[in-house]
């Protein structure tokens, strides 16, 4: 069986050696492709993927939205707005993984959200997949986005299946002192502008938890603030490797092993 990851630019992805070395450690005849598809190819990829018998594909950045206009989705994708992964089983399924990948990789560290203070750096398409997520689990949401009319109206949304509000990121500092776990979905911090950071270490605490998606590199600047003030911190790969496993498991109906599938990530991180 076939699988690949939709997107442009696509080179990059560490989506096939994750699932290629899933594969191959459960001895199974599958393998996973990397396909660069424009916004416009969009619905003509995922239909000739399904015609070529394709088991499903992840999606990502910039055709997560355009996808959904063709996939059959669960209410929780149309809430969220953007499809990562389709299934083409029965039909052409569209899931979003990237919310449930944030959970189990705070489950991970043992964080259950759950009564738990959030702040949410961020207001695009993965922020909204994992607001949803914590706010449905419990949680109780403060986003904050540079452009602070995309994080009310994300709080907005979110207060549906949860506790939200939105604001702007002028005074940060105010907002990390209130919570328990802080979360960076923001792209600041990311290669090549590694000495970035929306967080220092004297806005944080001992004790406090520092989840930052940014997986390249795989320590920012933001995690080492974050280490420096005693908080514990937890990169990007977790998330990675878990929204990952959870498409496997859709479309084999099999636990994908995690830990084969975190080694492989890191170690093409490392290269
Ligand atoms: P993704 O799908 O990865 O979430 P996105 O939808 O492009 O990507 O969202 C990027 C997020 O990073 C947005 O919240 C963006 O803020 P704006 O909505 O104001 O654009 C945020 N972001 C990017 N660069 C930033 C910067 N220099 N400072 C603060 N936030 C930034």
């Known amino acids: 069986m076939i699988y690949g990851v939709i997107g442009n ?19 199974m005849d599958c393998a996973y492709h990397a396909f660069r598809v424009t916004l416009e190819d969009v619905a003509d990829a995922i239909l000739g993927a399904k015609a070529l018998g394709f088991g499903g594909l992840n999606v990502t950045i910039p055709l997560k939205e355009g996808a959904l206009e063709i996939v059959n989705a669960d209410p929780l994708v149309k809430e969220i707005g953007a499809v990562n992964t389709i299934d083409f089983k029965n039909g052409i399924n569209g899931y979003n993984t990237d919310g449930i990948g944030a959970k ?7 964080i259950n959200v759950k009564g738990k203070r959030v702040l949410l750096m961020g207001a695009g398409g993965a922020a909204r997949a994992i607001a949803f997520q914590l706010a449905h689990d419990g949680a109780g949401l403060i986003i904050a986005n540079r452009t602070a009319s995309r994080a009310v109206k994300l709080a907005q949304d979110v207060r549906r299946v949860g506790d939200a509000i939105g604001t702007d990121m002028d005074d940060l500092a105010t907002l ?7 979360i960076n979905t923001t792209s600041v911090g990311m290669h090549p502008d590694m000495d970035k950071t929306l967080v220092t270490a004297d ?44 498409s496997f498991k859709i479309w084999t109906g099999q636990e994908a092993p995690v830990k084969v599938m975190e080694d492989a990530v890191r170690c093409a991180l490392k290269r």
Request: glycine fraction near 8%; charged fraction near 25%.
């Open 176 to 182: 990390v002192k209130k919570v328990d776990i802080l």
């Open 203 to 246: 806005m944080m605490r001992p004790g406090m938890v520092v989840f930052d998606i940014v997986y390249n590199p795989i320590e920012t600047r933001l995690l080492k603030e974050g280490r420096r003030a005693g908080a514990l911190a937890i990169d990007g790969v977790n998330m990675l490797v878990q929204q990952g496993a959870e």
């Open 104 to 110: 189990r990789a705070l489950e991970e560290h043992d």
């Open 9 to 27: 630019p696509i080179e990059h992805s560490l989506s096939p050696v994750m699932h290629n070395a899933a594969f191959r450690h459960l001895g």
